[in-house]
């Protein structure tokens, strides 16, 4: 619920860009956010429908697959994905630059502390922490009550007592760029009001998070559901308009680039003059010396956008599983961590939003460029979805009442088609250049990725396939070869369990790459007896792989049908250092022998003193989600 929220950042998005013409543009952010709320509402509406039909919380991605095939549903993931990964930055940076406002110490830093608060949600999410109802919902409420309460006592400021202060900004004079000193006129001026459209339209994001989360409702799930839709929607453009139109009553100035946009007594205030969010700017000037409520808006609202960027790393390891298991993605993300949760998944998202933190600096500005795109293509594929699904349940249906019900709810969505192309084209048509590119192109790479995993998979299979009439043929002998390079404990253990499968044949092999040690080795096996022949193989290069592997596959053509099992004895180490130390040669020759049909390779391990505190280390496993119970 809490993505559905974050409509509020979306006006700092509206005023940065009408600034560009000046303050004379700002006149237009009233009609913009009306359109936006408009717009909003419309896909509310449709989503309503989509949670009906499509209770099971598959979401776009199950809606366009199953009206639209794989391809559609396919689109829809790699929109979705790309989507959830820019919901994570943007969120958190959105959230760090609010709470700069009110920390300073924040400022200049966003993009550390975005990172920061990204690995810390990774950190909490790979323990399995989970939205639980009764705990997110506290700090959701609280900053719809912060925010409407906020906007309620602005107004009442403004109609009964006539007494609104002036936000902090509103003495300074806001210069439009080069192109626009004589206002908004022309195809420049439609061109920038579209752009603005498609900047508010980001308000739109979070809504399809409601119908990926039905199962979480309470029967009945999809009455539950899209009365909840309704509702955030509703709460969504009120604080919308709200947050418009007390910016526009209190004179709020808001540019781009603000160091030279915006003077004071006509001189620009340059790079030192730190620019609020509007938030920041409405709850100060409203609040006045009542500073604890500037800091409860701040608090919420920065906590709100980490229940956003919360959302994602719901969503993204859960589609993204369900992608493994479709065989469109690796198969490792279907797996759960220790902690029940989707371990790679929740990484993988982790990592990207950092990476376009980092690469964006925290910027919400151009990181919201990227971010509308795949949420409206994924608005398209569903919409189009569930026309096919409502045209395909009426060539069926015959009672007139659920016929009218049907026609009524393809209505909404052809409506809601209409509605979310259009600001698509829009947005293409606006932002391709300041970033739009970026998001299309990660989708398309996606978009191929998959495929070419799906085709692996799909390549694998076949050939693995079992034939109906297969015989289960045995080899005709199995040969047994043991890895010696000096005679210890591991080698002695990797002997008697070669001897204890019982081979056809059996040896220990060494390579000659120094002659006095193989003279020592071959003297103390005679002297201790060892019931196995000892080959000594020449190697004039001191090369160690290449000699074993020449002999192995020896063995192999003289007997094709025959098996023959390499017994390699290694270290088990407790440190990650010691690993670099020891079983490289043992690395290198496993790595050689698996490509070499015919052979088995088995590691016959020597567990180290330094293991043991890794063996008496607590397990975490479904029965202990929490570390052992206190006696």
Known sequence: MAEGLVSFATPDEVFLTLSVAGLSAYAFSWQIGLVVALVMLTVVASYRQNVHAYPSGGGDYEVATVNLGPTAGLTVASALLVDYVLTVAVSVSSGV?????????????????????VIVLMALNLRGVRESGSTFAIPTYCFMFGVLAMAGYGFYRYFVTSNLPMAASANLELRPEAGFSGGLTGIAAAFLLLRAFSSGCAALTGVEAISNGVPAFRKPKSKNAATTLL????IAVTMLISIIVLANMMHLRFAENPGEQLLRNGVPVGNSYTQETVMAQISKAIFGDFHIGFYFITAVTGLILVLAANTAFNGFPVLASILAHDKWLPAQLRNRG????????????ALSAVFLIIAFDAQVTRLIQLYIVGVFVSFNMSQTGMI???NRLLKTETNNSERARMKRSRGINMFGLFTTATVLIVVLATKFTKGAYMAIIAMLLLFVLMKAIKRHYSRVSTELRVADDVQMALPARTHAIVLVSKIHKPTLR????????RPSTIEAITVDADADETEALRAQWEKMEIPIPLRVLASPYREIVRPIMDHVKSIHREGPRDIVTVFIPEYVVGHWWEQLLHNQSALRLKSRLLFTPGVMVTSVPWQLESTENVIERPAHGPNSLRGPRDK
């Open 97 to 117: 630059q609010n709470a700069a406002s009110a920390l300073t110490f924040m400022r200049g830093h966003e993009a550390l502390w975005s990172s920061i608060v």
């Open 231 to 234: 509702l955030l929607g509703s």
């Open 338 to 349: 220790d902690r029940l949760a989707y371990s790679n998944g929740i990484i993988i998202l």
């Open 388 to 390: 096919r699904h409502w």
């Open 494 to 501: 990797a002997i008697s369990y070669a001897r204890a499968t």
